[in-house]
């Protein structure tokens, strides 16, 4: 684990007042670097390896959307944190940005301390990784966080969204029928299936702050900070049928098996008197729910209120 003053943090802008001004806020606590194009950036976060980087979106060579989706391509930079700290301040631009990978959106003018709350918070939650690495949390078979971590993360995130008033999403979620699946092809066999979705739960979890974890058996979940239920909806139906779509050989090669995953969905911005426990606990009802509603669905509040029986074959979000 390193310490704040070790912290590094990339800073790309081609604005050099911009550069000056977020060195005076953040270099007391921080090691900064700074890079003035896209193609910089690119190169210092490869060769540099930040812990952070802030990133303007407005440049001339390559904007910063470009630049982000490149982040996230390359294996050595897809798993830092990037805030994008920009004059755009539509809904549209915020939207792309986490949709492309973004953990935070500061607008300008902005002030010092929000930059250094924001800038914190996400170092807090850098370290939170590196312990849970360091302890060795996670799961033997899947090779992801275990249901210990998972309970440490979503305290840390739930206290944050409720002091920030921001929306938490969390998604439940059971393979269907598993034991029928170990029982016509093994154990063995099963724990391919586990380790298989496992992987694909991590790609769903693509933001540094997301977590994907294994809860227990044949059930996972995956928490989505700073995203509300519109966004988490999506990414479960994303799960839903790319699980849906997978088709795992058996060892000897003499069969091709399949499965299907059953999705609780849930969200909110949390008040002073609620409780994490109970809003896992909501996701769990509306996994079972999805459950008794025939398996291969995602339910929701919204859905379980009106108890229906959505089509799932073209399903997109309900």
């Known amino acids: 684990m390193v310490s704040d003053e070790r912290f590094k943090i990339l800073i790309v802008d081609d604005e050099k007042s911009n550069l000056v001004a977020l060195e005076r806020i953040l270099s007391p606590e921080y090691e900064l670097i700074t890079a003035q194009?896209?193609?910089?950036?690119?190169?210092?976060?490869?060769?540099?390896?930040?812990?952070?980087?802030?990133?303007?979106?407005?440049?001339?060579?390559?904007?910063?959307?470009?630049?982000?989706v490149?982040?996230?391509?390359?294996?050595?930079?897809?798993?830092?944190?990037?805030i994008i700290v920009t004059g755009l301040s539509n809904d549209h631009d915020e939207e792309r940005g986490f949709f492309l990978g973004a953990v935070d959106y500061i607008s300008r003018p902005f002030k010092n301390a929000i930059?250094?709350?924001?800038?914190?918070?996400?170092?807090?939650?850098?370290?939170?990784?590196?312990?849970?690495?360091?302890?060795?949390?996670?799961?033997?078979?899947?090779?992801?966080?275990?249901?210990?971590?998972?309970?440490?993360?979503?305290?840390?995130?739930?206290?944050r969204c409720a002091r920030e008033q921001k929306p938490?999403?969390?998604?439940?979620?059971?393979?269907?029928?598993?034991?029928?699946?170990?029982?016509?092809?093994?154990?063995?066999?099963?724990?391919?299936?586990?380790?298989?979705?496992?992987?694909?739960?991590?790609?769903?979890?693509?933001?540094?702050?997301?977590?994907?974890?294994?809860?227990?058996?044949?059930?996972f979940g995956v928490l989505l900070p700073d995203a509300d239920i519109s966004n988490a909806l999506y990414i479960a139906e994303k799960i839903r049928q790319d699980v849906e779509a997978l088709r795992i050989p058996t060892a000897d090669g003499s069969t091709v098996t399949k499965a299907t995953i059953s999705i609780g969905a849930i969200s909110t911005i949390p008040g002073d008197d609620d409780l994490v426990t109970d809003f896992v606990a909501l996701a769990d009802t509306y996994l079972y729910e999805a459950k008794s509603l025939g398996r291969n669905r995602v339910?929701?509040?919204?859905?379980?209120?009106?108890?229906?029986?959505?089509?799932?074959?073209?399903?997109?979000?309900?």
Do not use: C
């Not at 440490?152 to 739930?158: F, G, P, Q, T, V």
């Open 168 to 219: 938490i999403s969390f998604l439940m979620m059971d393979l269907d029928k598993f034991k029928d699946y170990n029982d016509a092809y093994g154990h063995p066999q099963g724990d391919v299936l586990l380790r298989t979705v496992a992987e694909l739960f991590s790609e769903a979890a693509r933001r540094p702050a997301d977590m994907a974890a294994r809860l227990g058996g044949e059930e």
């Open 299 to 318: 339910v929701t509040h919204e859905s379980w209120n009106r108890r229906t029986m959505p089509d799932t074959s073209n399903q997109q979000v309900l």
């Open 70 to 82: 490149r982040l996230k391509e390359l294996a050595e930079t897809k798993n830092i944190p990037v």
């Open 115 to 159: 930059i250094k709350a924001r800038v914190r918070t996400h170092a807090m939650i850098v370290r939170q990784l590196r312990t849970i690495e360091r302890l060795g949390l996670i799961d033997s078979l899947t090779d992801i966080p275990n249901r210990r971590s998972f309970d440490d993360r979503i305290d840390i995130e739930w206290r």
């Open 37 to 68: 194009s896209g193609k910089d950036a690119i190169n210092m976060a490869v060769s540099d390896s930040p812990d952070l980087i802030l990133l303007d979106i407005i440049m001339p060579d390559m904007d910063g959307f470009h630049v982000l």
